[in-house]
């Protein structure tokens, strides 16, 4: 079955072009200097179409499919996995809004003027996402939150923060109900008031800044709750299939920029006179490399389409993330070694995608959670 139409391979290559044009060489003079995507870049994208790729042709989006998200990632990724990750701050929200929501948010969402920071997890609510903890509590015509978060990336340079918080106290079997979404509107370069934080002290994955947030009687509009009050864990849910086949195609995407630049480097680096791209081990990991990368872009492909099927695949979405992100860190930790200590060294792109390729084992569900829904499926509910 051959995947890739006419339009998509044309989608594909314009993307292909723009992330070497465009984000690669940005990527190459910031990244190193934990610089910030810049607005130029932003912009460009926005006019490709980039933050509306998912949100429907009338609310002004592109009205494409997940495959053809998962496409752009990869291109994007391959220059830059941060700016690959800034187009899921547009594309819609996850669950839970309602007609007139959507009228007010997506058309500036594809336009790249809305773009939001997702803040879900706190220091005791990561793989266990029930277990949130950060609290709103209704006052008359506003809802007051305390609470800290944390992984809260672009938190400074968003328009909007999507927040989860408890709104009623969980029943012990039940942890997952109570937990309320909400949509807190705020001036972008800066916190919501009553909201204070510090940038973590990343290893990777520059070009924004992830922040832990401490909320304190921080007020906002009764009309900020999204979709039913206490349903938001459902919401959060609904997107994860997406979310992850996202996080499979960066994974792809790194894998193959080092891939592409070990193939480079192998061809001009000589030792014992002649380039090492002619030592039978070379060509053979390179071979290898390029196997496991086509393997996890096919998978993707596949949980893409089932996506866009409208097929239940929430097995094979935690597959494709754990395959791609497993084999991402394998790829481009033998890429690093193929080029020896100038691999190591922040005047190549190579340990960039190391470093970015590490975070992908992690967020949107470590790989030991993907394990856990993957064997949950196959065996019945586990521990």
Not at 354 to 373: H, M, N, V
Request: charged content about 25%; proline content about 3%.
């Amino acid at each position: 079955m051959s995947y890739l139409t006419e339009e998509r391979k044309m989608i594909q290559q314009t993307a292909r072009d723009f992330a070497v044009n465009e984000v690669l060489p940005i990527a190459n003079k910031l990244d190193s200097t934990e610089g910030e995507i810049p607005m130029e870049l932003r912009a460009k994208m926005a006019n490709l179409g980039y933050f509306g790729i998912l949100i429907p042709e009338e609310y002004g989006g592109l009205g494409l499919g997940v495959f053809e998200y998962a496409l752009v990632t990869e291109e994007l990724a391959r220059g830059w996995m941060s700016v690959a990750s800034i187009i899921a701050r547009g594309n819609g929200l996850w669950g839970g809004i309602n007609d007139e929501q959507r009228k007010s948010y997506f058309p500036r969402m594809a336009r790249g003027e809305f773009l939001g920071a997702f803040s879900l997890s706190e220091p005791d609510a990561g793989s266990d996402l029930s277990n949130v903890s950060c609290r709103a509590v209704r006052e008359g015509d506003e809802w007051v939150i305390n609470g800290t978060k944390t992984w809260c990336t672009f938190a400074d340079g968003a328009d909007f923060i999507q927040l989860f918080a408890r709104t009623s106290m969980p029943d012990e079997n039940r942890r997952h109900v109570g937990i309320s979404q909400f949509m807190i509107e705020k001036e972008r370069g800066k916190l919501p008031p009553g909201v204070s934080g510090a940038p973590i002290r990343k290893i990777g994955y520059f070009g924004w800044k992830t922040w832990e947030l401490h909320f304190d009687n921080c007020r906002i509009p009764a009309a900020a709750l999204m979709g039913q009050e206490g349903r938001g864990f459902y919401a959060m849910m609904s997107g994860l299939e997406t979310a992850r086949v996202h996080t499979a195609a960066r994974a792809i995407g790194l894998a193959r920029g080092a891939l592409e630049d070990s193939i480079t480097y192998s061809q001009r680096r000589v030792q014992f006179k002649r380039p090492i791209a002619e030592f039978q081990y070379t060509r053979f990991k390179l071979a290898e490399m390029a196997a496991n990368i086509e393997a996890a872009r096919q998978l993707m492909y596949y949980v893409a389409d089932e996506i866009d099927s409208k097929r239940r695949c929430d097995k094979e979405a935690s597959m494709v993330k754990f395959f791609a992100s497993e084999m991402a860190e394998r790829v481009t930790s033998d890429a690093l070694q193929l080029h020896g200590g100038y691999g190591y060294t922040r005047d190549l792109p190579i340990e960039r995608y190391w470093r970015d390729a590490r975070l992908t084992k992690i967020f949107e569900g470590t790989s030991q959670i993907q394990l856990r829904i993957i064997s949950d499926r196959l065996l019945g509910g586990g521990e």
